[in-house]
């Protein structure tokens, strides 16, 4: 307004960074045999966001090499704020015939 008083206005943010954290982060294998496939089926890993707001997650298969291949479910998905999910991986531990 032309020739008044300037007024000020209080703002307040409040920024946060999205946070999320796996309940366990190896998989060890108990017994491997040459050349005799191993899977570990139905294993379950925790995805826990402790943060007040939604986290978005996606996961891909991964081929570490020809002997080992690590599945996950589900692939994608969105944890809700304070909570968690539990993800189903399987992998698959074998040796190759190489000669």
């Not at 993800?87 to 040796?95: E, G, M, N, Q, R």
């Amino acid at each position: 307004m032309e020739n008044s008083e300037s007024t000020y206005l209080n703002a307040y943010a409040d920024v946060q960074e999205a946070v999320a954290y796996l309940s366990t982060t190896e998989v060890v294998p108990q017994n491997i045999y040459v050349s005799v496939p191993i899977v570990y089926n139905n294993n379950i890993i925790t995805l826990v966001n402790p943060s007040n707001i939604p986290i978005n997650f996606s996961w891909r298969n991964v081929f570490v090499n020809e002997d080992i291949i690590a599945e996950f479910s589900p692939s994608m998905g969105v944890v809700p704020p304070k909570s968690s999910m539990d993800i189903t991986y399987k992998v698959l531990f074998y040796k190759s015939k190489k000669n």
